[in-house]
């Protein structure tokens, strides 16, 4: 089926450890984004990636990258993961030929002990 | 700064009855307004989006407004199921793409 799919969808880290998120999206869409979801927070930015090749911090960027690696594929890196980076994090893209509505993954579950 | 709010924050219906979700946002100036669908530990699922230049936009027993002037959008559920218990949140896109989240609305149809 056509849409967005990320990987792992669920993962355990140490503090400290580094792991990549990956994402891609297969309805050739220009922009794709990060978000996380937490408990009493809702949904916050945290970089997004206008087209290929460009990418913009959101909201909470602290303690993240990105790569847009080409247009299907925009992942997310923890470098040194903290506790407070238990979330779980969603890809998303969308399309101005579309009206810019967004087209989620399935998210990713991440717990840093 | 825009925010959006979302009320009531948790719902609580007897199957069959049709009801009204509400979303409001400070800011007039959006280019689209989505409501999602969430189901407990799962991801969003996109059920309508409303364009700036649109008052509402219909699919089955579904039923989006908008009012721009006021700041409003309301999800309109016709005849509830118990399938329909999950999270509903709505999103404004401001442009800059920036979309700003509501917090949700959880419903709850009982059989």
């Known amino acids: 089926n056509a849409g967005v799919t990320q990987t792992p969808k669920f993962q355990v880290l140490k503090t400290g450890q580094s792991m990549t998120l990956q994402c891609a999206q297969d309805m050739n869409h220009n922009s794709m984004y990060w978000y996380r979801q937490d408990p009493g927070m809702g949904l916050r930015l945290i970089y997004y990636s206008a087209s290929e090749g460009t990418t913009d911090k959101g909201e909470v960027p602290n303690g993240y990258n990105v790569s847009r690696l080409n247009k299907r594929e925009f992942s997310l890196r923890l470098e040194s993961a903290a506790p407070s980076q238990t979330s779980v994090y969603f890809c998303a893209s969308s399309e101005p030929g579309q009206g810019w509505g967004y087209t989620f993954g399935s998210g990713t579950r991440l717990t840093v002990v | 700064k825009q925010e959006v709010t979302q009320i009531p924050a948790a719902l609580s219906v007897p199957e069959g009855e049709n009801l009204v979700l509400n979303c409001s946002f400070t800011d007039s100036a959006i280019y689209n307004l989505q409501w999602f669908r969430q189901d407990p530990g799962k991801g969003l699922t996109s059920l309508l989006l409303i364009q700036s230049s649109q008052r509402e936009q219909t699919s089955g027993r579904l039923n989006a407004s908008l009012d721009k002037s006021s700041g409003r959008s309301t999800l309109y559920i016709a005849a509830s199921q118990p399938g329909d218990s999950a999270t509903y949140l709505c999103?404004?896109?401001?442009?800059?793409?920036?979309?700003?989240f509501g917090a949700g609305t959880r419903l709850f149809v009982k059989a």
């Open positions: 999103a404004v896109l401001t442009g800059g793409f920036k979309t700003i």
